[in-house]
């Protein structure tokens, strides 16, 4: 059975650091072909993909985001953290993680057929 | 910065209806790479469809997708009370790989 369980502080307050890890069971995140995302989601608005990476450590950002961002990954807790600097009220938010997809056609992809239960974090003073 | 945009924002129909879900992208991109998503209040996404018309695995054949051009559907052949929920889709072929806003599936 594959799952994903995001853990991190409920509330940050703005300018701070926030650090989410994501521990997955059910497959290895250093398996060939595997990938792990975060999306996050504002109350009452879309899903925003962030960042994923992949088995062999290779990283992909959101443009927009990719200064205040980091994720890694920790292959001895097969978990994959992810960091977002200088936090804003703005952030606030559901964050997920996710596994990437994998089909035939397309390789490891960025379409997420697994996800976690979803982490609340508010950003206020 | 693909944007999509899904219609209607709505839909209220009975058990045993068949729902349309629509899912437009501006600038157009590749129709083999989107996907739908189901999602439950206070529950994370679930994958529907991906390809624009693999079900994933699980998934009931009461829900198919589709492409023509810049336009992707989503239709639920037989709704079920269970069928209540939000309905996103993405698109995965060019980065950032964004969401649309969502259609809220009401079951009367």
């Known amino acids: 059975q594959i799952t994903l369980k995001e853990s991190g502080p409920t509330l940050v307050k703005p300018t701070q650091t926030l650090t989410l890890t994501c521990t997955v069971s059910?497959?290895?995140?250093?398996?060939?072909?595997?990938?792990v995302a975060w999306i996050r989601q504002p109350p009452g608005k879309a899903l925003e993909w962030l960042a994923l990476i992949f088995w062999d450590d290779d990283k992909r950002y959101r443009a927009s985001l990719k200064s205040r961002l980091t994720i890694t990954k920790d292959t001895s807790k097969n978990q994959v953290v992810l960091t977002m600097t200088n936090m804003d009220p703005v952030d606030t938010g559901t964050y997920y993680c996710?596994?990437?997809?994998?089909?035939?056609?397309?390789?490891?992809?960025?379409?997420?057929?697994?996800w976690g239960q979803g982490a609340l974090v508010s950003v206020s003073s | 910065e693909i944007s999509l945009t899904q219609s209607p924002d709505t839909l209220s129909l009975s058990p045993g209806e068949r729902a349309t879900l629509s899912c437009r992208a501006s600038p157009s991109l590749d129709s083999d790479f989107v996907a739908w998503y189901q999602q439950k209040p206070g529950q994370a996404p679930r994958l529907l469809v991906y390809g624009a018309s693999n079900r994933a695995t699980g998934i009931p054949d009461r829900f198919s997708g589709s492409a023509s051009g810049t336009d992707f559907t989503l239709t639920i052949s037989r709704l079920e009370p269970e069928d209540s929920a939000v309905y996103h889709c993405q698109q995965f072929a060019n980065p950032p790989y964004t969401f649309g806003p969502g259609t809220i599936v009401e079951i009367k």
């Open positions: 059910g497959f290895s995140v250093s398996a060939s072909g595997a990938a």
């Open positions: 996710a596994r990437s997809g994998t089909a035939p056609s397309f390789g490891t992809s960025y379409f997420f057929d697994q």
